[in-house]
């Protein structure tokens, strides 16, 4: 898969992205998975960036389905992070305490609420999207699915993983990056109708 390494391209003004902006998040997200390109830069544009005082911008919903290796791998686009509000939005000391109370896995069903408050909870990463050579990020969602028998009503394996697409940055803060989509990886398995989580990572707490 290609990285983004050194890809700094950035964003216009007003509600819709430059071409060459746009080329650079699909670019980055190719890393991970390989998505839809048409689909991806018609729902980017249609979606828009945050406003500069936004945090970020929650895309209309959109969903990509491959199949490799018997694995299902679903991915959709969710969400285009202001970069440059990174610190702002970041959580610190008593709320940072609670939101991870609020969203513990043990009662919040919604893998995005998951990903989205461990963002906001890691340092690391927030320095590393504030610190990047691009205004905006791309949050994304993996599903992959395991195709494989598993029996008549058990429901096959899911590995629920986010993915963030972050242009103009080194490879030190790749690492970073990878390392937090690795941590907050969570296994989504059960019977049908009874879905339960379980920690694939240092910061997903399991239920």
């Not at 030190?172 to 296994?187: C, G, P, V, W, Y």
Request: hydrophobic share 40%; proline share 2%; net charge positive.
């Amino acid at each position: 898969m290609s990285d983004c390494i050194g890809n700094s391209r950035t964003g216009t003004g007003g509600g819709r992205m430059k071409s060459d902006f746009i080329d650079g998040l699909i670019h980055c997200v190719d890393r991970v998975v390989k998505p839809n390109t048409a689909l991806l830069k018609d729902i980017l544009v249609i979606g828009g960036m945050p406003a500069k005082t936004q945090n970020l911008q929650y895309l209309s919903y959109n969903r990509h389905t491959t199949i490799d290796n018997g694995y299902a791998f679903d991915f959709s686009a969710v969400a285009v992070i202001n970069n440059r509000r990174a610190i702002q939005w970041q959580l610190h000391g008593y709320s940072k305490k609670v939101s991870r109370w609020v969203f513990s896995s043990r009662w919040t069903r919604n893998p995005l609420d998951l990903f989205l408050n461990n963002l906001r909870c890691d340092r690391a990463v927030m320095e590393v999207l504030a610190g990047s050579g691009s205004q905006f990020s791309l949050l994304g969602i993996l599903t992959r699915t395991d195709l494989h028998g598993s029996g008549l009503i058990q429901r096959h394996a899911q590995y629920i993983s986010p993915v963030l697409a972050v242009p103009g940055i080194d490879g030190e803060d790749l690492k970073t990056i990878q390392a937090f989509e690795s941590a907050n990886r969570i296994k989504k398995s059960g019977l049908i109708g009874l879905h339960f989580y379980r920690k694939r990572g240092r910061q997903m707490v399991g239920a």
